[in-house]
Structure formats: structure tokens, C-alpha cells
């Protein structure tokens, strides 16, 4: 009879939630299962094993109950082979917002490959045709696109591409993903967060700058701010550091949530706001040694934090299906969003209004939602202008296009869409092979990366 360990059993279900896309999840529980320290062999566990265990294990108790008679087991192998598993159907698309002519034909989009593992992150390079994702492979890699339309005839040529290893070379060593990354604003350095906790500055030519180790749990979240002296981070370990770049040592570090920290986000140079699953919000500032402000409201784990283009709003959306909008003058939100009916995953606000390069166009927010829709919103009333209706699963991630008139966003069903925000409907639309965990566009708003779960990072051109 087969026999399965604690250990060999916990691995399988962070790789599970790893797979599905429960990154938070999957990033907590490996951490405080110790799953680095397990010794297993990641390489001989296939994707989906958990899954498949399952099944074959449900199989021989249908077989078994057939032996004997029995065919109450039966009807539960059925339900679950039917996909009668408790949750929602999936949501009917209509065909003015998923009309075939925006399927994107394969010659406007560039694969990237050479990951080994889910790619969870993409980043555009600000100044330069650079774009950089980062992996379950324990690494990051750095890709040159060439200016110019994207050409499905180079897709077996040789792409150049920097390799930015986390990994020692040691056997059984699963505990260095990125889970996060960002550029520089000048478009010189490459911050990358690591699943061993540490912080590492690269050079955009994939040269080691610095590591950054002082976190005690992996890192969910990693921002640069405007100037360029000091790095932010987030951890499980509860806390946020602010990196001194300058010296290359943390300059301060910020115990205040009781949970891990999920989110970080720069209000200006020196003053910022975290998140955590401790359903708290803190805003801080370099050189304080308590929280400027303090927010409290949501009702479940607060997954992400948006300071709006001014800095005067903080967006932040939870687990409790609500979004809500912040201000510095009072303690309750101003707005509470709440058209969602399932966890809100992620939040962006437009770059329009006042700040931006667009101060005659309105300022927006947008909210993705594991209900399959992204929703739209005034925040100057609260109310939402269009709810966009085209993915079937959880969206991860959404996008404003440079101008603002454009929306992408990249879901669990494998599609990324691209979305008219005047209008509400699918200009283009890309389906891969495996889920989207982040789409960014470029800084002049004529490509869009999208990272998938099948190891892949894609590149589409959108002037075409």
C-alpha cells in the first residue's frame, strides 16, 4: 500500500496552491510548514500531483465499493468528475464584449521561453526596451525586446536574455522563487524579492549589486520609491524594512502588523502605507517610530494597497469582497466598495487627473476580483461605471495602458484581455497556455507582457 509523509503531504499542497494561484497562500503555508528544510526532490513531483493523487485515490474507493456492493461512492466520483464541486458555474461571456475578430493572431505575439517554473512576475523597464520576469525557477531573467512589431517567425531565434540566478547550486533547494520584483525609476536597477527572505539589487545587465538580508520570512512585496534612495519591503515575518541604497543596510524596520505584511506601496519619498492579513492598514514614515495613521475596517485579510497618482487616497481591497478608498483627513474610508462578491485580489489606479499627464481626463480605479470581473469606478461618487464581464475565472491582474485609455488584465481561465476603458468592451484579446499572473505594459504603451503558469512570459504588440 502506498504510503505518503507529513512532509511529502504538505509539499504537495503548496505546490497545489502554488499551481493554482494562491501565491499568498502558498508562500505562507510553505513557510510555516518549513517546506525548505523537507529535502524533497521537487524535480521528480509533476504538476498537478496533488490533484492526480486525489483522483486515483477516489477511483479506488469507487472500485472498492463496487467490489462490495456499494454505490453511495460512486455518485461522489460522478459529482466531482461533473465539476459539481459547491462553486459557481462559470460565467456566460458575451459576444459583444468577446467578439472572435480581437482574437490576437499568433504573429503579434513574442513566447518567451526558458523559465522552468511558473513565472509569478513581470516588469517593464522604465527607460530602456528591457522587461523582467521573475520565477518559481529561482530565478530572474532579464529580456532585451527589440523596438519594432513582434514577429512569430523569431520565435526559435536566440533571444537575448540575462539570467539573474537566486539559487546557490546546492541539492533539494526550493525555497529561493521571486515572488516579486521591481525597476529603479530611472531604469538602472532591478530589486528582486526571494522567498529565502532576502532582497537582491541587480544591475539592468544582470550584475549582483547587493543582497539584502535581513527579513525572516519570504517577501510579498518590493517598491522603489520616486528618487531612488530607498527600497521598501514586505514580508510573512510581519514586517516592512526600508532599504537605504546608499549604504546597501536597512535603515528601519517597521513591526507594527500582527500577520504578514502583503503589500507595500510609496506615498511619496519618504512616507508609505502597509497592508497585512491582520486586516490592517498603516501608514508610516522613515525616521517615525509609530504609524502616522492607522486604518482599520476590512473584515478579512487586506491583499493590496494603491496610493493614488497624488499620494492624497490609499486604495486597498481584502478578502471581505470590498474595496475601499482612504484618506489622510479622517479614519473611516471614504468610500466602501462593495459590488464584488468574492475576494478582490488586486486594485490600480488610472494614471489621469490631477498629477498626471492626463489632468483633463478623470481619475479612476480599477478592481480585479477571484469573481471573474474587474470593476471600474468613480471615486469621486463611489460608484462603478462598468463592470467588465469577459474572464471565466479569478483575475490576478489588471493594468492601465501609459494614457490611461486602456486597460489589460490576465486571469486563471488563461486569456488576457485588453479593454476600451471608454468603453468598457475587449479591443484584443490573447489566450495562452497556462494561467496569467501579471500583466504590465510598456512605458510607451505599445507592448504588453503577460507571465503564465505554464513557464512562459508573453509579449504582444498592440499597435497592431
Not at 493554482?20 to 526532490?41: C, Q, R, V
Not at 456566460?92 to 468577446?98: Q, V
Not at 494597497?305 to 474610508?333: E, F, R, V, Y
Not at 460608484?383 to 489588471?398: C, E, M
Request: charged share 20%; net charge negative; hydrophobic share 35%.
Amino acid at each position: 500500500m502506498i504510503s505518503i509523509s507529513s512532509a511529502e503531504l504538505n509539499y504537495l499542497v503548496f505546490r497545489y496552491l502554488h499551481e493554482s494561484g494562491f501565491t499568498h497562500s502558498a508562500f505562507a503555508f510553505g513557510y510555516e510548514a518549513g517546506i525548505d528544510k523537507s529535502g524533497i526532490d521537487v524535480n521528480v513531483v509533476p504538476p498537478g500531483a496533488l490533484v492526480t493523487f486525489i483522483q486515483k485515490g477516489i477511483q479506488y474507493l469507487e472500485l472498492e465499493a463496487n467490489l462490495s456492493g456499494n454505490h453511495e461512492d460512486k455518485i461522489v466520483v460522478e459529482n466531482l468528475e461533473n465539476g459539481a464541486h459547491g462553486g459557481p458555474e462559470p460565467m456566460e461571456i458575451s459576444g459583444s464584449s468577446m467578439s472572435l475578430p480581437n482574437d490576437t493572431p499568433s504573429g503579434d505575439v513574442k513566447i518567451l521561453e526558458g523559465h522552468t517554473s511558473e513565472v509569478f512576475a513581470c516588469a517593464w523597464n522604465p527607460s530602456a526596451p528591457l522587461l523582467a520576469s521573475g520565477s518559481g525557477d529561482s530565478t530572474a531573467r532579464i529580456w532585451k525586446i527589440a523596438d519594432g512589431t513582434c514577429d512569430s517567425n523569431m520565435q526559435n531565434e536566440s533571444v537575448n536574455v540575462v539570467v539573474l540566478k537566486h539559487f546557490t547550486g546546492s541539492t533539494n533547494e526550493i525555497s529561493r522563487d521571486v515572488t516579486t520584483l521591481d525597476w529603479s525609476g530611472d531604469g538602472t536597477l532591478l530589486a528582486t524579492g526571494s522567498y529565502d527572505g532576502q532582497a537582491r539589487i541587480w544591475s539592468r545587465d544582470g550584475e549582483l549589486n547587493s543582497t539584502l538580508s535581513k527579513h525572516k520570512g519570504p517577501i510579498f512585496s518590493l517598491k522603489w520609491n520616486k528618487k531612488g534612495d530607498y527600497l521598501l519591503s514586505g514580508s510573512v515575518d510581519k514586517t516592512a524594512i526600508v532599504w537605504d541604497m546608499k549604504t546597501g543596510e536597512w535603515k528601519q524596520q517597521f513591526e507594527f502588523h500582527s500577520a504578514p505584511t502583503l503589500d507595500v506601496d510609496w506615498r511619496n519619498n519618504v512616507s508609505f502605507a502597509t497592508c497585512s492579513t491582520d486586516k490592517m492598514i498603516y501608514v508610516c514614515k522613515v525616521g517615525d517610530n509609530r504609524p502616522i495613521k492607522c486604518f482599520s475596517g476590512h473584515q478579512d485579510e487586506v491583499n493590496a494597497i494603491k496610493w493614488d497618482p497624488t499620494g492624497s487616497l490609499l486604495a486597498s481591497c481584502s478578502d471581505d469582497h470590498t474595496a475601499k478608498i482612504w484618506s489622510l483627513k479622517q479614519d473611516t474610508c471614504l468610500h466602501d466598495l462593495k459590488e464584488h462578491v468574492k475576494e478582490i485580489y488586486t486594485i490600480r489606479w488610472s494614471p489621469t487627473g490631477p498629477g498626471t499627464n492626463s489632468p483633463n481626463q478623470q481619475l479612476l480605479l480599477a478592481s480585479a476580483s477571484f469573481d471573474s470581473t474587474i470593476k471600474l469606478w468613480d471615486v469621486e461618487l463611489g460608484n462603478v461605471l462598468y463592470t467588465l464581464k469577459g474572464h471565466r475565472d479569478p483575475v490576478y491582474s489588471i493594468a492601465f495602458s501609459p494614457n490611461g485609455e486602456y486597460l489589460a488584465s490576465g486571469s486563471m481561465d488563461k486569456y488576457m484581455h485588453i479593454w476600451s476603458v471608454k468603453e468598457g468592451k475587449i479591443v484584443k484579446t490573447y489566450a495562452g497556455n497556462g494561467g496569467v499572473f501579471e500583466v504590465c505594459w510598456s512605458k510607451d504603451g505599445d507592448k504588453v507582457a503577460a507571465c503564465f503558469s505554464n513557464n512562459t512570459v508573453c509579449v504582444l504588440d498592440f499597435r497592431k
